[in-house]
Nanobody, 124 residues
Framework: QVQLVESGGGSVQAGDSLRLSCAASRTSSLYCMGWFRQAPGKEREFVAAISWNGGTMIYADSVKGRFTISRDNPENTAYLHMNSLKPEDTAVYFC??????????????????WGQGTQVTVSS
């Protein structure tokens, strides 16, 4: 089993920045890591993903140019840097580790382990 623990969420104003962290309990350096979010009453949606070596990153159109995903493999930690936050970014943010077969993944079903989530609230 792998535990993923997110941190860094909070309540901010529109235009502010936040950095979310995702710490893995076991080495995850060989796996794609991703971030998803779920707003009240909505489906959980893909936000960003990064390949095992950081060479490939992919983003949802809604966050492209504002969010950056990164990872620190020796620390077993992934990050989501969020700039120019908007009220529509308000959601619970989840990090996830993909299955071994996925170099880069955007579908929920491609991820095997999930964190408990961290709340991000952006007010106008």
């Amino acid at each position: 089993q792998v535990q993923l623990v997110e941190s860094g969420g909070g309540s901010v104003q529109a235009g502010d920045s936040l950095r979310l962290s995702c710490a893995a309990s076991r080495t995850s350096s060989l796996y794609c890591m991703g971030w998803f979010r779920q707003a009240p009453g909505k489906e959980r949606e893909f936000v960003a993903a990064i390949s095992w070596n950081g060479g490939t990153m992919i983003y949802a159109d809604s966050v492209k140019g504002r969010f950056t995903i990164s990872r620190d493999n020796p620390e077993n930690t992934a990050y989501l840097h969020m700039n120019s936050l908007k009220p529509e970014d308000t959601a619970v943010y989840f990090c996830a580790r993909a299955r071994p077969s996925s170099l880069i993944a955007t579908r929920r079903g491609d991820y095997e382990y999930w964190g408990q989530g961290t709340q991000v609230t952006v007010s106008s």
